[in-house]
């Protein structure tokens, strides 16, 4: 396993990620292609959850779209993410935030968390 | 045939320059030594023997001993012969995962997980019996029946049953080869290989 990591390294090491946790508000800027062009498009959300560790680990970013929720699941590591932003830190109680499925309006806010 | 033998190191996933994630299984084949050739004249068939990952020395019966240093080379943990093997080669030769390049389809051999003992629905894809309600108890995962009555009043040779599940030699065929590091003795073949991480891959094509 530790070969595979080495192996991996150099990339992870290319790419700078922002330290971000579940609960926490951010951009991502991925990259499309349509035909031969390429734009940036902004997805902004809650972090609900962020699964497995090194170059394979992805993040889940929860918005809501007028009043449909839509999550989008990111490959930390993948080139097609041009950048990640941090907007505003959130105060949750746990690392998978699955409960704001069920929640509407008023009672999915995150609070947010002042370091 | 061309092949070398390799150990699973485990799995990850590469992005490709389009984008897309392609997961694979991480091997580090060779550096292979040939220990013996087999010839048509003096072995009745053609073939070439390789042996893969030091062994220490103490841990070796004087026989492969003799074996080894007849070709020149350490004594080896894993020794497997390849028929017909297509490069030209001779005891003593380093056989390096460069014999392979990317983009090419092989053939990967492995010893798959033992499961131990295990019933016919995870052993053979078997249904189950029935429903789990309706007066219905203790047959959800059972075999169903087994064959007819009193004719032939026995039961099919090869009718599947449970028992001892993987373990097996299992032949993965056309896997392709994302990436090759030569210097590093590394390949990356595409999807998943019978074995569990540290198991003993052959990779042929």
Redesign the interface.
Known sequence: ?D??KE??QEIMESREIPAFRAGDNITVYY?I?EGEKTRIQAFKGNVIQRKSTG??STVTVRKMSGSVGVERIF?L????IDKIEVNRRGKVRRARLFYLRDLKGKSARIKERRI | MKGIIGKKLGMTSIFKEDGSNVVCTVVHAGPCVVTQVKTQDTDGYSAVQLGFDDKKEKNVSKAMLGHFSKAGTTPKRKVVEFRDFDLDVNPGDTITADIFEEGQYVDVIGTSKGKGFQGVVKRHGFGGVGMKTHGQHNRLRAPGSIGMSSTPSRVMKGMRMAGRTGGDRVKMLDLRIIKVLPEKNIIYVSGAIPGHKGGYVLIVD
């Open positions: 396993m070969i595979i192996l991996n990259k292609t170059f394979t490959p590591y993948s080139p097609n």
